[in-house]
């Protein structure tokens, strides 16, 4: 049972309190006996959707679950900060390693401590969330991207990804206020979320193209990379290519898929905005995946309303319902974390030689 009931989000006449304790539970159920936590029972399992998970589970006050999951974390992290991509119960699945999903743990960590308003796994991981950090900004360009990986061999890409720079700069602005709540400052994180910010605002040319992809047009949003003014432009000029009208959100613009996950998110991003009316809407349009159990189907494809995967609920769909839930209701102190509260405005750093002069 939930040691907060009392702070459970509820949405009335969409998601209650006892449904979304459901979900909780669901994803508890998926965790594993050494703290990692997979997409689904039997697969694999990503250190972004593993913390993304964890958050959710401190949303219901699951502190031994969410301690076990950073321990697993703790205790995977490579010499050098990052993690691979995909792990298994049984060991390493993929050997690749995102820089993205490398800096994750940031948020997670400034999430929980958020919410408990306590420092104590922030200093229990300090190092962790160093070394990952640092690892990370490493890889910072001279246009201020960030790569987007490294392959099993060791080679860096030499492209980076619009979303995953967007997840990354807010992973930085945690990682600062992570330090910053321990007593420390961290002036070259600082410099690199600026440098960052941006290219993200102001360069879309030096990131690859996937503008087909939803989270390329949001998460430069959710990140804080742009203020609010160019943030509702954004959101307003590709809404109709990325939004099925009482669907939810297509994860793809050239198909009629439309994914929970990115549904949330999105929720939380308009959220961020002060759209509660749309974002309610939009989060209502996300329980036609709610399974009995209390899990969520990763996608539906329209008009037939198939699932596809076929029939696959993931963890990180799930989770992702559960923190859009905190966010619309600002239940817990941590409601806005994912959407920029309680963090530090960006300060805009270009990068020479940027032409643009402020």
């Known amino acids: 049972m939930s040691t907060l009931a009392e702070r459970i989000p509820d949405i009335p006449g969409i998601l209650s309190a006892s449904e979304l304790v459901a979900t909780v539970d669901h994803l508890a159920a998926l965790q594993l006996s050494n703290g990692m936590i997979p997409w689904f029972g039997g697969g694999h399992c990503d250190p972004w959707n593993h913390v993304e998970t964890a958050m959710a589970l401190s949303i219901d006050g699951r502190d031994a679950e969410v301690e076990a999951a950073y321990q697993w974390l703790a205790e995977t992290q490579l010499g050098d900060g990052s993690w691979f991509n995909y792990y298994r119960a ?3 699945k993929d050997q690749r390693i995102d820089t993205n999903v490398c800096a994750y743990v940031a948020v997670g960590l400034w999430h929980y401590s958020v919410l408990r308003g ?3 796994l922030l200093i229990k991981h300090r190092a962790m969330l160093e070394q990952a950090m640092n690892f990370v900004v490493a890889h910072q360009r001279s246009d201020g991207t960030i790569t987007w990986s490294r392959d099993a061999s060791g080679r860096s890409e030499a492209y980076a990804l ?11 602005r945690c990682a600062v206020a992570a330090f910053e709540a321990m007593g420390e400052t961290r002036p070259d994180w600082e410099l690199a979320a600026g440098r960052l910010a941006h290219a993200i605002a102001h360069h879309p ?5 996937k503008r087909e992809f939803a989270m390329d047009w949001y998460y430069p949003v959710l990140s804080g990379a742009l203020d609010t ?4 432009s954004r959101i307003d000029r ?6 099925m009208d009482g669907r939810g959100v297509r994860c793809v613009s050239t198909e009629p898929w439309v994914t929970a996950a990115e549904t949330a998110e999105l929720v939380i991003t308009l959220e961020s905005l002060g759209r509660h ?10 329980q036609a995946h709610r399974q009995s159990d209390g899990s969520y189907l990763t996608g539906l494809v329209y008009p037939d309303v198939v699932s596809f995967p076929h029939r696959e609920t993931s963890s990180y769909t799930a989770a992702a319902i559960v923190l859009a839930a905190d966010a619309l209701s600002h239940t817990t102190q941590a409601s806005g ?3 920029g509260a309680q963090l530090a405005g960006v300060v805009d750093v270009p990068s020479p030689p940027c032409a643009r002069r402020h």
């Open 118 to 120: 306590s420092e104590s």
């Open 205 to 209: 040319g030096a990131f690859a193209p």
């Open 162 to 172: 619009l979303t995953g720079s967007s997840s990354i700069l807010l992973s930085l």
């Open 277 to 286: 009316e749309q974002a309610l809407s939009l989060f209502a349009s996300a």
């Open 90 to 92: 049984e060991g390493v």
């Open 229 to 232: 003014e160019a943030g509702n």
């Open 238 to 243: 590709y809404w109709d290519e990325f939004v």
């Open 337 to 339: 974390v994912l959407g």
